[in-house]
């Protein structure tokens, strides 16, 4: 019976495997994840998906809790500006996009943690790039090392 701990790399040396949460869209951004899985495209499977049935639903604390709870990287995937479904939240999206950048790089983190794609239905190569892209960005910036805790996050962003 071999040894588990001498085949067990110490947790520096091990390999980093980003982790990334994604809120889709349901109209664009998710139909086109999905596409990329039924053409057979590969991408990362460091990718969480969550659906959302538009991208101006995610609330700024969903980002800041994602970060708060382990993340190493948010994707926001939504329609493209003036084809969102529900008129304008996509503009919404964007509008609390640059706010955020804001709060996350005072917070310590990196602009490549944080992405908003337009990303459409029938664009599921444009999936593919933009997470393995973000993949590898995270990758090189290694795991999140958030300078405040968790509660601390919270309690700041507490309206
Ligand atoms: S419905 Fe897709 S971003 Fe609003």
Known sequence: MRNRQ?????????????RIV???CNWCTYLAADLAGTSRMKYAPNVRVIRLMCS???DP???LDAFAQGADGVLIGGCHPGDCHYQ??????LRRY???????RQMGIEEERFRLEW???AEGDRVRSAINDMVEKVRALGPLQLEAKP???????AV
């Open 56 to 58: 101006g639903r995610v």
């Open 6 to 18: 001498l085949s067990r790399a110490p947790l520096s040396q091990a390999a980093f495997e980003p």
């Open 151 to 157: 509660e601390d996050i919270r309690e700041e962003v």
């Open 88 to 93: 304008e939240g996509n503009y919404k999206t």
């Open 119 to 121: 990303i459409s239905a």
């Open 98 to 104: 640059h706010l955020l950048k804001r709060v996350l």
């Open 22 to 24: 994604a809120f889709f």
């Open 61 to 63: 604390q969903f980002v």
